[in-house]
């Protein structure tokens, strides 16, 4: 519950230019100080000066994942409702603002050049370069088991890259698909799926933010080693959940929290795994409830432990929380 001084202190923190403008990109987008600096075109000692200002003031929230420092708005802080409050007052019409979103635009983008540059480099590689972190086949069972055994009318595979996982789950499945961006993983999925003679699945090329489907259309999403590398892994639950049918299923592979740096500079990861209460946050806010998670220690000396979680749509589908609705 907000006090009389927690509010003042957070109305005193976004009246100034650059502050509410900070405030009008998180309500957009989790930041690295690296990424605000490009986007305000400001020195790095100034805007970490107006990021210190909110974060004491409970407007954002700062955590630090290896050498990256991640700033998002509070989400469960005392200021949270002056939040909700604040973002419903930005002028997006703005000239400063549609600046701000346009340069916000150019940084995902340039994000998003470099992933798939590594992904069009590497797919010819990827079936040998995934299993060098991960116990393969215990992931695969962990994930199966997560599936359950009972018929799958239609699934869906997000990220699917070479088609793996479409090809281990989609015998279950009466229609399977699997959707990715990335135009020379699919060519490998592709010959994969027709190898495997899995007549009843395909791929397609498509964004994962907006999937080119209904709402309620899949009763069981798997969402495999993708996580990690989205700008906003939220969003990519929220899209998930929406096109889930009531009672379904998403299952997640990825890891647990880390330390391993060079995979963000080898391989572009931009997130360095995900603790459960994450998870179960994303899930929460897209109107799923995490119903399992299991963990997977490393096998060698790479110290990588992979999550496997399990969320559920409730059977009579319910309305989406706030935050899920804003986002
Ligand atoms: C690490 S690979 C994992 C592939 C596969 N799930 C597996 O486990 O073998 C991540 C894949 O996610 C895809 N990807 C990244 N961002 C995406 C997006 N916004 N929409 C669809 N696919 C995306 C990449 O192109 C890449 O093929």
Redesign the pocket.
């Known amino acids: 519950m907000a006090t009389l001084d927690d509010v003042l202190n957070g109305l005193k923190a976004t009246a100034e230019a650059t502050r509410f403008r900070l405030l009008a990109l998180f309500t957009r987008a989790e930041l690295t100080v690296s990424e605000v600096t490009q986007i305000l075109r400001q020195s790095q000692p100034r805007v970490s000066r107006h990021l210190k200002l909110m974060s004491e003031a409970g407007l954002i929230e700062r955590f630090k994942e290896g050498s990256w420092v991640f700033y998002r708005l509070a989400e469960d802080g005392r200021a949270r409702a002056l939040i909700e409050k604040l973002g419903e007052l930005v002028p997006w019409d703005d000239a400063v603002l549609k600046r701000d979103l346009e340069r916000l635009d150019a940084v995902r983008k340039q994000r998003e050049a470099n992933?798939?540059e590594y992904?069009a480099a590497n797919a010819g590689e990827?079936d040998s370069l995934?299993k060098l972190h991960i116990p393969e086949e215990q992931v695969e069972g962990a994930l199966l088991e997560m599936v359950g055994p009972s018929q799958i009318s239609s699934y869906l595979?997000?990220?699917?890259?070479?088609g793996?996982?479409l090809e281990l789950v989609a015998p279950r499945a009466a229609r399977a698909v699997g959707?990715?961006?990335?135009g020379e993983?699919l060519t490998l999925a592709r010959a994969r799926i027709e190898r495997a003679s899995l007549a009843h699945a395909q791929v397609r090329r498509?964004?994962?933010?907006q999937l080119p489907y209904a709402d309620q259309s899949f009763d069981l999403i798997t969402v495999?080693?993708?996580l990690h590398?989205?700008e906003d892994p939220s969003a990519a639950v929220a899209e998930a959940a929406r096109v889930l049918k009531p009672g379904g299923k998403v299952v997640i592979a990825d890891f647990a929290p880390h330390a391993l740096e060079f995979l963000r500079d080898e391989h572009q990861h931009r997130r360095l795994g995900f603790a459960d209460k994450e998870v179960a946050q994303w899930c929460k806010a897209a109107g799923l409830s995490l119903a399992a998670t299991r963990a997977l220690p490393p096998r060698g000396e790479s110290g990588l432990t992979v999550m496997v979680w399990l969320a559920v749509a409730p059977a009579v589908p319910q309305r989406r929380a706030k935050t899920a609705e804003a986002a």
Do not use: E, K, P, S
């Not at 595979?157 to 070479?162: H, V």
């Not at 498509?206 to 933010?209: A, E, K, R, S």
């Open positions: 992933a798939q992904f990827w995934r595979d997000l990220g699917t890259g070479t793996r996982i959707i990715d961006l990335n993983m498509g964004d994962l933010f495999h080693q993708v590398y989205l």
